[in-house]
C-alpha cells in the first residue's frame, strides 16, 4: 500500500524521526526499577521494528515515588547507555519520560508528596502536603534527570503534566486547595509545571528535545478542555516544548486512559482533536490505533502529526516494518482485550501479551527466535482452537509436516463463541491470523474430524499436541456451596453461554438470568446478549462484585454504563438455589452474609457460567504410547487466551 503520510520524517526541534509513529510511555514493569537487560530486549525488538520514536516508560525523578524506572538513582544511568546503544543502530530515537506520581505513591511505605492532602482515589494513601522546599526539590530533581538522560545519549524527554499525577495534582482544583503562590488562580496552579519544564529546559542543550504529555482528566470539576489548551498554549507561546502529546483521563476514568476492545480506533480523537487544533507545535496522539492506515488517515486530515501504537506494537513489534513492505496483512493484531499488558500490572507481575507469547520473554522465546528444526517431524496437533493454532503455526514455520484435526466443521475453539459477545469481536482478530498464517504455511487441516486414540496412534505422527480445550460444567455446582448444587437443572431453557452463543434458542422468553461463578466477561456479555434479544436479564453471582476478574481490563465500568436504562439488574453475593418451570430461587452465597431471605425471579432463560472441566480424555489415553506427546491450553486447565496462546507457542516450538 502506499501511505502518503506515516511513512515520512518530521522534526522536533532539530531532530529529525524517520517517520510519524511512536510509541507512548507505557508501563512494563520489566526492569524492576532499572534499565534491565529484559527490557532493553523489549524495546530493542521495536526499534527493529521500524517504529520512529520511542518514549522510555515512567520514570520516577525522586525517591518519594518509586515505580517501574528509578532515574532519580545515578545507577540507573548504565543501562540506559546500554539501550541507547542497542537502539540507535535501528535509527529509532528514544525519549524519556520524566515522572511524579504525586499521591499515587506510597506502596512503599513512604509517605507520598503533593499539592495538598488529599487522599488518592485508588489506594486512599493521604500524602504530605508539600513545603516550598520540597516543591523547589523535586522540580531540582526533574532537572537533574533530564541533564542526566542527555548524557547517556537519549534524544528528549517527555514531561508526564497528565493522568492526574504530580503536575496534574497541582493544576487540578480537586486535588490543590493551596492559598499560597502555586494554589488558588489558574495561573498560581500552573506555576509548578512551568517551574519544572522551565527549569528542564535550562538543563539542556539547545538542541535536546522537550515535550509535555497533557490531557483532560475527565473528573467533573477537574481538567478539562479549556484548562488542558490553556495550558498547551501557555507552554507553546513561552517556548517550553517542542511537542505535545496529548491523552485522556486519570484515575476517576482510567478506562479511558487504556480503551478496551469496547472502545472504537481512534476513540481518543474527540477529546485530542481541540487541543491538537489550539497549538502550532507538532502533536502527538494515541487511541488504539491499530494500523499504518489508520495513522496515515489522521495526519492526512491534520487532526495530529505523530500517532502512537502501543498496544499494537506489544502483539507485533514488526508492525511498522511489515507494513511498510506491503505486508500488513502479516500483522499479528492487537485485540484490546487488555489481560496481560494491563492486567498483570495491576496484580503486580512483568506486562505480557495474550497474543504474543514473546512479549516481555524476548530474551528466551518469540518468533525472532525461531529457527529450522534440524529434523523434519510430523506433528499433530489435535484441536484447532487458539492453543492448538497456534501450536501449529509455530511447527509449520520451523519446517515441520503439520496436520491440524479439529472436531468442529471450524477453526478457533471457544473464541469463536466469545467473539460473538457485544463489543468482543476482536476476539475474531485473532483467530483470523492464525487462520492465515497457518494456511499460508501449509498446515494440513482436516475439519469436521473427530480423532480418538486409535486415529491418533494409526496416523503415526513424530510428535502429538494434545488442545481440546475444555467443557462446561451443567451439574449446578457453585463455589460457593460445593455440597448445595442448583436443583432441577435439567429443565429446558437451561443452558451454557456456548449454547447461548452459538446455537441460540429459537425461543429464550421474555426473562432471563445468568449465573456467573467465574466473574469474567463471559457472564457479562451472555446477559448483554440476552438483552440485544429482548430479554430482561438479571445477573447473578456468588461473587462480592460484578466481575470482578474482568475488572483488571478496564471494561467493567464501561460495560455497566451501557447497561444504564436498559432491562438490567445485577445480584452479588447471591447463588442459585432452586430451579422452577419459569424461575428461579436464589439466596445469599456465603453463611456470614446478612442479605435478604431468598427470593424468586422469573427466568424463562438460565445462563449457567461455571469453572469449566478439562477435555483431556484423548491425552490420558495416549499417555506412555506416544514418546513425544504434549496437552495444552484449555485441555491442560481451564484458563484465559493468554495462555493458550502460550503454551501453544512453546510446544510448536520444541516440537
Known amino acids: 500500500m502506499s501511505y502518503t503520510h506515516v511513512d515520512k520524517p518530521i522534526r522536533l526541534r532539530n531532530l529529525e524521526i524517520k517517520n510519524r509513529t511512536f510509541r507512548s510511555a507505557h508501563a512494563t514493569d520489566l526492569g524492576g526499577g532499572y534499565m534491565s537487560d529484559v527490557l532493553i530486549a523489549y524495546h530493542e525488538q521495536r526499534a527493529r521494528g521500524g517504529v520512529g520514536l520511542i518514549i522510555n516508560e515512567i520514570g520516577s525523578v525522586h525517591p518519594s515515588t518509586r515505580m517501574y524506572q528509578n532515574l532519580f ?14 537502539i540507535k543502530p535501528h535509527g529509532t530515537r528514544l525519549f524519556q519520560q520524566l515522572w511524579h506520581g504525586g499521591n499515587t505513591g506510597g506502596f512503599d511505605g513512604i509517605p507520598p508528596w503533593s499539592a495538598s492532602d488529599v487522599p488518592n482515589i485508588t489506594s486512599g494513601h493521604v500524602p504530605v502536603r508539600m513545603t516550598k522546599a520540597m516543591i523547589d526539590e523535586i522540580v531540582a530533581s526533574y532537572a537533574d534527570c533530564a541533564r542526566r538522560m542527555e548524557a547517556c ?22 486535588t490543590n486547595d493551596r492559598d499560597d503562590e502555586y494554589g488558588g488562580s489558574i495561573e498560581n496552579r500552573m506555576r509548578f509545571m512551568l517551574e519544572v519544564i522551565t527549569a528542564v529546559r535550562s538543563a539542556v542543550s539547545s538542541d535536546f528535545v522537550v515535550g509535555a504529555r497533557v490531557g483532560n482528566d475527565l ?8 484548562e488542558t489548551i490553556l495550558l498547551a498554549q501557555t507552554l507553546e507561546a513561552k517556548g517550553l516544548v517542542d511537542y505535545i502529546n496529548v491523552s485522556v483521563g486519570s484515575y476517576n476514568r482510567n478506562d479511558k486512559m487504556i480503551g478496551g476492545m469496547n472502545e472504537p480506533t481512534g476513540y481518543q480523537l474527540p477529546t485530542s482533536i481541540p487541543i491538537t487544533q489550539a497549538v502550532k507545535v507538532p502533536t502527538l496522539i494515541t487511541g488504539r490505533f491499530r494500523t499504518l492506515e489508520e495513522i496515515d488517515q489522521v495526519i492526512r486530515a491534520g487532526e495530529a502529526d505523530m500517532v502512537g501504537l502501543v498496544r499494537a506494537m506489544i502483539a507485533d513489534p514488526q508492525l511498522v516494518a511489515k ?20 492486567t498483570n500490572l495491576l496484580i503486580g507481575a512483568p506486562m505480557e501479551c495474550a497474543v504474543n507469547p514473546g512479549t516481555g520473554h524476548e530474551l528466551e522465546r518469540g518468533d525472532h ?26 511447527a509449520a514455520t520451523r519446517g515441520h509436516n503439520v496436520i491440524l484435526a479439529e472436531a468442529n466443521p471450524y477453526l478457533g475453539g471457544a473464541l469463536r463463541a466469545a467473539g460473538k459477545v457485544p463489543t468482543r469481536h476482536n476476539l475474531l482478530d485473532i483467530i483470523t491470523w492464525l487462520e492465515e498464517e497457518i494456511f499460508r504455511l501449509g498446515v494440513e487441516v482436516r475439519l469436521s474430524s473427530y480423532l480418538d486414540a486409535d486415529d491418533v496412534l494409526e496416523i503415526g505422527a513424530d510428535v502429538v499436541i494434545v488442545a481440546t480445550g475444555a ?3 451443567m451439574n449446578g455446582v457453585q463455589m460457593s456451596h460445593i455440597g448445595e448444587p442448583i436443583t432441577n437443572v435439567e429443565r429446558r431453557g437451561v443452558i451454557s453461554s456456548t449454547e447461548l452463543f452459538m446455537a441460540t434458542p429459537s425461543n429464550l422468553g421474555q426473562t432471563a438470568v445468568v449465573l456467573d461463578d467465574v466473574g469474567h466477561f463471559e457472564g457479562l456479555g451472555a446477559a448483554e446478549f440476552l438483552i440485544n434479544q429482548g430479554l430482561r436479564v438479571t445477573y447473578v453471582t456468588p461473587l462480592r462484585e460484578v466481575a470482578p ?3 483488571l481490563t478496564l471494561m467493567v465500568e464501561p460495560y455497566l454504563q451501557r447497561m444504564e436504562g436498559k432491562p438490567f439488574s445485577y445480584m452479588v453475593r447471591t447463588r442459585g438455589i432452586a430451579i422452577g418451570d419459569a424461575d428461579i430461587t436464589v439466596g445469599p452465597a456465603h453463611l456470614y452474609d446478612t442479605l435478604a431471605d431468598s427470593v424468586t425471579i422469573p427466568a424463562d432463560t ?3 457460567v461455571s469453572h469449566n472441566r478439562q477435555n483431556r480424555e484423548i491425552y490420558d489415553a495416549l499417555e506412555g504410547r506416544v514418546a513425544n506427546l504434549h496437552v495444552i491450553g484449555d485441555a491442560s486447565a481451564p484458563r484465559f487466551v493468554q495462555a493458550a496462546i502460550r503454551e501453544g507457542h512453546i510446544a510448536g516450538a520444541s516440537a
Open 323 to 342: 507494513s511498510l513492505a506491503g505486508h500488513s496483512d502479516s500483522v499479528r493484531p492487537c485485540i484490546a482485550c487488555n489481560q496481560a499488558c494491563v
Open 73 to 86: 538513582d545515578p545507577e540507573y544511568d548504565a543501562g540506559m547507555r546500554r539501550l541507547v546503544d542497542r
Open 606 to 608: 438460565i445462563v449457567l
Open 549 to 551: 476478574t474482568a475488572r
Open 219 to 226: 473528573a467533573p470539576g477537574g481538567i478539562g478542555e479549556e
Open 153 to 174: 545519549g537519549v534524544d528528549g524527554v517527555d514531561l508526564h503534566f497528565a493522568h492526574g499525577y504530580l503536575p496534574a495534582q497541582f493544576y487540578s482544583p480537586l
Open 369 to 394: 527466535l525461531l529457527t529450522t528444526a534440524p529434523e523434519r517431524r510430523t506433528v499433530l496437533v489435535v484441536g484447532g482452537g487458539p492453543a492448538g493454532m497456534e501450536a501449529a503455526r509455530v
Open 471 to 473: 467443557m462446561e460444567r
